[in-house]
């Protein structure tokens, strides 16, 4: 686990600088900086938006009785994306728009589904009831 970490913590920010050097070189140091703000605030615009639309549902459910496990899904992911996009660069931007998109996100949450029942199955994660 700690050396999955130590390679998160060291590629990313290595991947992320060879794509600032390689925009800013084809487009200039200006234009890069004004896309990686243009990139921030739509995605900030989206973070909030998408956030509302999450809120309401998961209201709905519990109004219905119901367990809103897919929205609370949702949300983290909608949460997680945002945290992305809060990390100047183009590869987060990517992956933090990728976790917003409704499209995008419902993929992501059937593999992550199929990823939690293979770790329940196989006695990887305990559920403990009180």
Same mark, same amino acid.
């Given at each position: 686990?700690?050396l ?7 590629i ?6 060879y794509?600032l050097i390689r925009?800013?070189?084809?487009i ?6 004004a ?7 739509? /995605? ?11 809120? /309401?549902?998961?209201q709905?459910e519990?109004a219905? /009785? ?7 899904l949702?949300?983290?992911l909608v949460l997680a994306?945002?945290?992305l996009?809060?990390?100047p660069?183009?590869?987060?931007d990517?992956l933090g728009?990728?976790f917003?998109?409704p499209p995008t996100r419902?993929?992501?949450?059937q593999?992550? /589904?199929?990823?939690?029942?293979r770790?329940l199955?196989?006695g990887q ?5 009180f």
């Open positions: 686990m700690l999955r970490l130590f390679l998160l913590f060291t990313i920010p290595v991947v992320e600088l794509l925009v800013g070189r084809l200039g140091a200006l234009p890069t900086v896309l990686i703000l243009a990139i921030s605030m739509a /995605g900030a615009w989206l973070v909030r938006a998408q956030g509302f639309a999450i809120l /309401g549902r998961i709905t519990l219905q /009785g119901r367990i809103p496990a897919g929205e609370l949702d949300g983290a994306g945002g945290i996009l809060l990390t660069g183009f590869f987060t990517f728009l990728f917003l998109t419902r993929i992501i949450k593999f992550l /589904g199929l990823w939690l029942q770790k199955a196989s994660f305990v559920i403990r009831r």
